[in-house]
């Protein structure tokens, strides 16, 4: 965990603890980041931070959530299927909780051209295990929310499943400190079983996440809007291609009923 007065450099941000608040760049997405913090704790949803304010240097103010996040390799509880079982009730919460806010009409995020429409939710954005804070055994919650965006349950499912199974191929598994032989196929079932879903639905919903994902870098990197210029120069859509090509490749494998594959 942070230590009070440190800070802690993301691949797009670097915060600052103070106390028991961490302070965030804002932007001109931070209006509705905060009107949905700010509803997910009048639903007594408290598995996110809460969001306190702007302070004299134009930062958020947001709630620290004690514990610690979960870099590589991953923490022991995460390697099993306890962390990814209690990912997946935190999403299903998360879900329930996000089902009845409706975001401001004139809302802007920070992903440019995104529109809500009814029947979407606001999804995280960015959900992978290192937005994952935990104390010991137990899941604290996520934090990082600047990219949440109109989108689907299934997008965020799409990525859960894509980080935590991973779907990404041996050498992400490896790095996480999984044993060998992995079981990707294994861990997306406990993903799915504990959220209440179908694998192969999960599974379709990564591949057209992740083409959409490369098609967004390409075009707003090629555009030098940041941090997409920044992924694209650091080689993320040519990762991103092999990680179609290892999907492809091994899908059916994935799952039990294959003739629902996309």
């Given at each position: 965990?942070?230590?009070?007065?440190?800070?802690?450099?993301?691949?797009?941000?670097?915060?600052?603890?103070?106390?028991?608040?961490?302070?965030?760049?804002?932007?001109?997405?931070?209006?509705?980041?905060?009107?949905?913090?700010?509803?997910?704790?009048?639903?007594?949803?408290?598995?996110?931070?809460?969001?306190?304010?702007?302070?004299?240097?134009?930062?958020?103010?947001?709630?620290?959530?004690?514990?610690?996040?979960?870099?590589?390799?991953?923490?022991?509880?995460?390697?099993?299927?306890?962390?990814?079982?209690?990912?997946?009730?935190?999403?299903?919460?998360?879900?329930?909780?996000?089902?009845?806010?409706?975001?401001?009409?004139?809302?802007?995020?920070?992903?440019?051209?995104?529109?809500?429409?009814?029947?979407?939710?606001?999804?995280?954005?960015?959900?992978?295990?290192?937005?994952?804070?935990w104390r010991g055994a137990d899941l604290v919650g996520f934090i990082d929310w600047d990219f949440a965006e109109p989108?689907?349950?299934?997008?965020?499912?799409?990525?859960?499943?894509?980080?935590?199974?991973?779907?990404?191929?041996?050498?992400?598994?490896?790095?996480a400190g999984l044993a060998e032989p992995t079981d990707p196929r294994g861990r997306l079932e406990s993903l799915c079983?504990?959220?209440?879903?179908?694998?192969?639905?999960?599974?379709?919903?990564?591949?057209?996440?992740?083409?959409?994902?490369?098609?967004?870098?390409?075009?707003?990197?090629?555009?030098?809007?940041?941090?997409?210029?920044?992924?694209?120069?650091?080689?993320?859509?040519?990762?991103?291609?092999?990680?179609?090509?290892?999907?492809?490749?091994?899908?059916?494998?994935?799952?039990?009923?294959?003739?629902?594959?996309?």
């Amino acid at each position: 965990m942070i230590t009070d007065g440190g800070t802690a450099q993301g691949s797009v941000n670097v915060v600052r603890r103070i106390g028991e608040t961490i302070r965030r760049p804002s932007g001109p997405w931070t209006p509705v980041v905060r009107s949905l913090l700010e509803h997910l704790a009048d639903v007594g949803f408290t598995a996110a931070p809460r969001f306190l304010g702007i302070d004299s240097e134009g930062r958020e103010i947001l709630s620290l959530l004690r514990g610690e996040v979960a870099l590589r390799p991953w923490p022991a509880v995460l390697r099993g299927e306890d962390g990814i079982r209690s990912i997946a009730t935190w999403l299903r919460d998360y879900h329930a909780a996000v089902a009845g806010f409706t975001p401001p009409a004139d809302a802007v995020w920070r992903v440019p051209g995104q529109t809500w429409t009814a029947g979407q939710i606001v999804r995280h954005g960015d959900l992978g295990p290192w937005n994952s804070v935990w104390r010991g055994a137990d899941l604290v919650g996520f934090i990082d929310w600047d990219f949440a965006e109109p989108g689907s349950t299934w997008d965020d499912l799409a990525q859960l499943a894509l980080y935590l199974a991973p779907l990404r191929g041996d050498e992400h598994a490896r790095a996480a400190g999984l044993a060998e032989p992995t079981d990707p196929r294994g861990r997306l079932e406990s993903l799915c079983d504990a959220y209440g879903c179908e694998p192969v639905a999960v599974l379709n919903a990564v591949e057209a996440l992740q083409r959409r994902e490369a098609d967004r870098i390409a075009t707003l990197g090629a555009q030098g809007l940041e941090p997409w210029n920044s992924f694209a120069r650091r080689g993320d859509l040519e990762k991103m291609t092999a990680e179609l090509a290892w999907l492809a490749d091994n899908k059916r494998q994935l799952v039990r009923d294959n003739a629902k594959l996309a």
